[in-house]
């Protein structure tokens, strides 16, 4: 099956059992949480099989440099990062990334990889901010 596809048969499942609509658009498909900020964005380029799944964590530069050694620690704590990794983009915004293989996941693999992604992304926001504090 072609991984497009397959993509969109499971975005459709899980945004059937959320009661919601959700589609992919130029291979981009972002969700949003109660609050309006980025809860995941799902990214599989043309002709790729890889699903990248990145959120905001957090738009302001984070210029303390203590700081930011300390959140580069944070992508070896295996247990705590659940396999996602913290970068930097274009945009000096704070994401927090992971990427699977589309052809390794199933519906109920996909629904548990997404929810626990954006768990995880509240945890993160959450720790960052009693950081910053």
């Not at 291979?27 to 799902?42: F, I, W």
Request: contains cysteine; negative net charge.
């Amino acid at each position: 099956m072609n991984a497009h596809i397959q993509l969109d048969n499971l975005l459709h499942h899980f945004a059937k059992a959320c009661k919601t609509s959700l589609r992919i658009d130029k291979g981009v498909c972002a969700l949003y949480g109660d609050d309006q900020r980025e809860a995941a964005v799902l990214e599989m380029p043309p002709g790729s099989t890889i699903l990248f799944i990145h959120c905001e964590i957090s738009t302001q530069l984070i210029a303390n440099q203590e700081l930011l050694n300390l959140l580069m620690k944070m992508n070896f704590e295996a247990n705590a990062m659940r396999g996602c990794w913290l970068a930097i983009d274009e945009y000096n915004t704070l994401r927090l990334c992971t990427q699977h293989g589309i052809g390794s996941l199933n519906e109920q693999q996909f629904t548990s990889l997404l929810i626990a992604f954006i768990a995880l992304v509240k945890d993160v926001r959450a720790t960052l901010g009693s950081l910053i504090q």
